[in-house]
């Protein structure tokens, strides 16, 4: 079974400063990896994905994240946080059934709330 | 062009009550699943559907179902409400549902159940 954990539920940074969400995952066959972010009384919007290629993905609003499959990590950053980057960040791994492929199905993390300081 | 559209978007239904949450996918996507989002239990997957046929089911009780009309149009139904019921459901498309798809998820609906 396949299983994504995220460190820390809640964290706080000041605008400019880097933002770092981490993200490891439990996979027995190569994952499909994303990165959701939620804004209040919202959908879930993708920021990124990594699925075969380049480990290290750019996604929208200047976030990257880097596949590291020595470490199972899946960790998201941008440079310099903006107010506008306030929001609960999942990462999410995609299903992997029988016949390699689980329809429609993405294990998602527990979320991890941003909050960005004046 | 359009994104996920879920209907209603807020209701409150009383215990025992049934619910039904509709969902119309992205124009051209024929898979589409539903999630469960509560502050205790997170995101969590119910089923998945695909050219009228369920693919994928996750672990919820029997009251909980769905159905998908052949315009890729899909429907979620919670019978014998429970207070634990109450959660924001969440529909997300996908062309086929394959793994590493990227799957577009709608705004949802909030279901209080009193």
């Known amino acids: 079974a396949q299983s994504v954990t995220q460190l820390g539920s809640h964290v706080s940074v000041s605008e400019g400063a880097l933002v770092l969400l981490r993200c490891n995952y439990s996979s027995s066959v190569p994952p499909y990896l994303f990165w959701y972010v939620q804004y209040p009384n919202q959908g879930l919007q993708l920021l990124l994905k990594?699925?075969?290629?380049?480990?290290l993905v750019k996604g929208i609003n200047g976030f990257e994240a880097e596949f590291k499959k020595s470490e199972t990590s899946f960790h998201l950053t941008k440079p310099s946080a903006h107010m506008s980057d306030a929001a609960e960040y999942f990462c999410?791994?995609?299903?992997?059934?029988?016949?390699?492929?689980?329809?429609?199905?993405?294990?998602f993390g527990q979320g991890t709330i941003l909050t960005v300081h004046p | 062009k359009a994104g996920v559209t879920q209907t209603p978007r807020y209701l409150i239904k009383t215990r025992g009550q049934q619910v039904t949450l509709s969902c119309s996918p992205i124009s051209g996507h024929r898979s589409v699943s539903w999630y469960q989002q509560t502050p205790g239990q997170g995101l969590q997957f119910l089923f998945e559907y695909f050219s009228e046929t369920q693919r994928n089911k996750g672990n919820f009780p029997g009251r909980f179902s769905g159905r998908q009309f052949s315009n890729s149009r899909s429907e979620m139904n919670v019978s014998t409400l429970e207070l634990g019921d109450s959660a924001l459901y969440l529909c997300?498309?996908?062309?086929?549902?394959?793994?590493?798809?990227?799957?577009?998820f709608g705004e949802g609906s909030w279901l209080t159940v009193v």
């Open positions: 990594y699925t075969t290629g380049a480990t």
């Open positions: 999410a791994v995609s299903g992997i059934g029988a016949g390699g492929t689980s329809y429609g199905k993405l294990t």
């Open positions: 997300a498309s996908t062309s086929d549902g394959y793994s590493g798809n990227t799957i577009y």
